[in-house]
C-alpha cells in the first residue's frame, strides 16, 4: 500500500523560507510523477509543481516559479518542496500526490495522496 508522510509545515513571516519533506514508502516510485498541491479556505486544490521521480524533470505553476523548487532524493525515497520569499497568500494546506505515467497539473489525475501539511505565511 502506497504510504506518504508529509513534514515541514509551520508558520512562517512573509520572506521566510521552509521546507516541505514528502517521504514516500510502499513500492518503488521510479516510473512515477511526483506532484505538490495546495489548497486555501473557501479555494480549491491548485497544482503548485511537479518532478518526474525518474528524470528529474519539473514544472512550476507561475505563482511560485521562481520562489519554489521542487527536488527529490531517491535513496530517501522523498520529494522536497523547498519554499523561499514566502508571501502571505501561500498559505494553505500542502498535499503531496502521486501519479504514474505523463505529467500532470490536474489534481484528479493523481491517485496517491498525503495528508496534508499547513503553511501559514504571517503579514
Known amino acids: 500500500q502506497v504510504q506518504f508522510i508529509e513534514s515541514g509545515g509551520g508558520l512562517v513571516p512573509a520572506g521566510g523560507s521552509l521546507r516541505l519533506s514528502c517521504a514516500a514508502s510502499g513500492r518503488s516510485f521510479s516510473s512515477y510523477v511526483m506532484g505538490w498541491f495546495r489548497q486555501a479556505p473557501g479555494k480549491e486544490r491548485e497544482f503548485v509543481a511537479t518532478?518526474?521521480?525518474?528524470?528529474?524533470?519539473?514544472y512550476y505553476a507561475d505563482s511560485v516559479k521562481g520562489r519554489f523548487t521542487i527536488s527529490r532524493d531517491n535513496a530517501k525515497n522523498t520529494v522536497y518542496l523547498h519554499m523561499n520569499s514566502l508571501k502571505p497568500e501561500d498559505t494553505a494546506v500542502y498535499y503531496c500526490?502521486?501519479?504514474?505515467?505523463?505529467?500532470?497539473?490536474?489534481?484528479?489525475?493523481?491517485?496517491?495522496w498525503g495528508q496534508g501539511t499547513q503553511v501559514t505565511v504571517s503579514t
Open positions: 518532478i518526474r521521480w525518474s528524470s528529474g524533470t519539473s
Open positions: 500526490a502521486a501519479k504514474t505515467g505523463t505529467t500532470s497539473w490536474l489534481p484528479t489525475n493523481y491517485s496517491s
